[in-house]
């Protein structure tokens, strides 16, 4: 077995403070076998006992499933919530030999059974958690990386020391949480200013994403004016939105358009009255996801980038009195930092073409 | 898709009476992901729910647990106790890469954790469930078989009308309910008496194993008399035994040899009292399996075939006030009935060379 597989499991067990007695949850698609394997001996040596599952958002049997099923009939499944209910710890492992493979399920069929898993989904959050990434070949395809170069890049994103990471990331906390106005320009495409004035950052270093590796909060609603180019792609249902634009007044989506399905961005921003409305402002930190790969548990903490989320804001990046975000949506949107750009922070510039102000080379 | 995983499915769903609402959970290995996938239309078309396990008897995860754990810490686990309380069905599909994943598990761990999941295994076996097979590559190289011929081999077995198997045996399981005595004769080396008056006979039509296609009963445990040369192999931990021979007197063993792997009889013989005398007696009647493939789900069932199991008698086999041969153990050993051969019970040949007196050319 490659070596960085194991590390990989011990990050993870890591992440979820694996103990003795711990019953252990280990979501995971044939593909992932590997890190399966890894991860049990992990379970086995700390004295705790595995329990090991396919996924069910992704693969060959959920796909037949939920063609086969009636969405009227859903019911929350009694065997899987008991089984969430018992367990101490939750690690779903993401992989796939071909992302396509909902391709032809029936969405309808797919927000009816998410529906029924919402109970089991809050009571599985509720347990000690980890999200991650196993290298499949479907995953190198849609990154147009062969799987030997995909699986180096998986690797040096997620095998690296995350408490180094968390006091890095903790410089940017600090200058976020004390920050009442954010400004955020790149290139003459993204001009854009908000307030953040109450709410917390969030430093995400690996208790729940693996790999993680950014910073986040939630923008004041309507306190969003200017205009922005998401000049990474936005992937949505299946379909590709290159250089989505829009431009916000008092918070609002009053302009948008896109070079490619602009109609998807338009559908996007009538949900509802909340995905006309910014819900998350991040920065992503990990320099080792130095490219685009067409999933969003990588792109966002992509480092030289900030994301802006339409749609529900997160509670936990919500300030006591502010109001937080609500919408059925919350669809991250990625904007190139690397060039010709800068973050600035009450005034002061905090980030000037990637590089932050407590970096070496900030000022360059 | 092969059409015959999905008539393999279809089975599987009829046996264990699959309804609506039923909660079902699917345990596989990666390599039968195929038959999960059609086990998985079937539930979602029945209005029902499954979740899908990894095998933890066979395969790299569970041996990479056993191997690293402590069998001194072994704890029921709870999540797997309350999903098995929680379920309704429950169907487990063997089916190999590498027969010999265990290998290298010690098989204190193994005992360890068999006695940790007892209780778990009773709560299933109180469901309805169903015992299966897919051809893995491991499965047909220990047959020496090649992987296409394996699986026409399992599918022959397995995709056939069972109410008519069910009716055809209950033409034996008539003849074995009037019976005081059975004796059983094959060439000049099998030559055994024994009493299953009042002992019932089980007509396994694949209400739990799949293949089915066997009637059983429990010879009463004192009163086996006679020599018997088991000239099917027996594969026992990972040890070959050929032609395992045994000598009863009042129900005993009291003599026994083979031609390989002597020791591993003896140390069967000499687990407890009850590992020396008889706990089934076998008849098998499903002809499509026609050779020995070292797989007991399927050569106890071998047409042209007896086997007697050394220890622990089932409990529906045992009539009222009759004795239940106890033990830790319970092997299964096979007596090729083709030629040269008969079973007489009451004075009355019923079988003879493997054709039964219920079948055409019996007698000729």
């Known amino acids: 077995m490659d070596p960085r597989i194991r590390e990989h499991a011990e990050i993870i067990a890591n992440s979820i403070d694996l103990g003795a007695d711990d019953d252990v949850v280990v979501v995971a698609p044939p593909v992932a076998e590997d890190l399966v394997v890894a991860l049990n001996e992990l379970i086995g040596d700390a004295g705790a006992n595995p329990l090991n599952l396919y996924t069910h958002r992704g693969g060959r049997p959920a796909r037949a499933f939920l063609r086969a099923c009636d969405e009227e009939d859903f019911s929350p499944p009694g065997h899987r919530a008991a089984m969430v209910e018992a367990c101490d710890a939750y690690v779903a492992i993401k992989g796939d030999q071909n992302v396509s493979e909902f391709g032809d399920v029936d969405p309808e069929s797919l927000a009816a059974f998410q529906r029924a898993h919402r109970d089991i989904l809050d009571e599985r959050l509720s347990k000690r958690w980890n999200l991650t990434q196993y290298p499949g070949p479907g995953n190198a395809q849609i990154a147009e990386m062969s799987t ?3 699986e180096n890049f998986v690797w040096d994103a997620i095998n690296k020391d995350w408490e180094a990471v968390r006091d890095h990331q903790a410089q940017m906390v600090e200058i976020m949480d004390a920050a009442e106005e954010v400004h955020i320009v790149s290139g003459d495409t993204t001009d854009v200013t908000m307030s953040v004035a109450g709410n ?17 909060t939630a923008p004041v609603p309507n306190s969003v004016e200017g205009e922005v180019l998401f000049d990474k792609p936005l992937y949505n249902e299946g379909k590709e939105v290159l250089d989505a634009y829009v431009r916000f007044e008092d918070g609002e989506v009053v302009e948008h358009a896109a070079a490619k399905n602009e109609a998807t961005l338009t559908q996007i921003l009538n949900t509802d009255d909340g995905a ?16 685009f790969t067409y999933n969003m548990l990588f792109d966002e903490k992509m480092g030289d980038t900030v994301h802006m989320a339409l749609g529900r804001a997160y509670e936990d990046t919500v300030g006591e009195g502010n109001e937080q975000n609500q919408s059925a949506q919350h669809v991250d949107m990625i904007v190139d930092m690397s060039e010709d750009s800068y973050i600035e922070v009450d005034g002061e510039i905090v980030q000037r073409n990637g590089t932050f102000i407590f970096e070496d080379g900030f000022g360059d």
Do not use: S
């Not at 969030?202 to 910073?215: L, Q, R, S």
């Not at 006309?276 to 490219?291: P, S, V």
């Open 148 to 150: 030997e170069a995909y």
């Open 200 to 216: 917390p950052t969030i430093n995400d270093w690996g208790k729940h994403n693996m790999p993680a590796g950014e910073v986040f």
């Open 276 to 291: 006309r409305r910014l819900g998350e402002l991040g920065i992503g930190m990990n320099r080792d996801i130095d490219r």
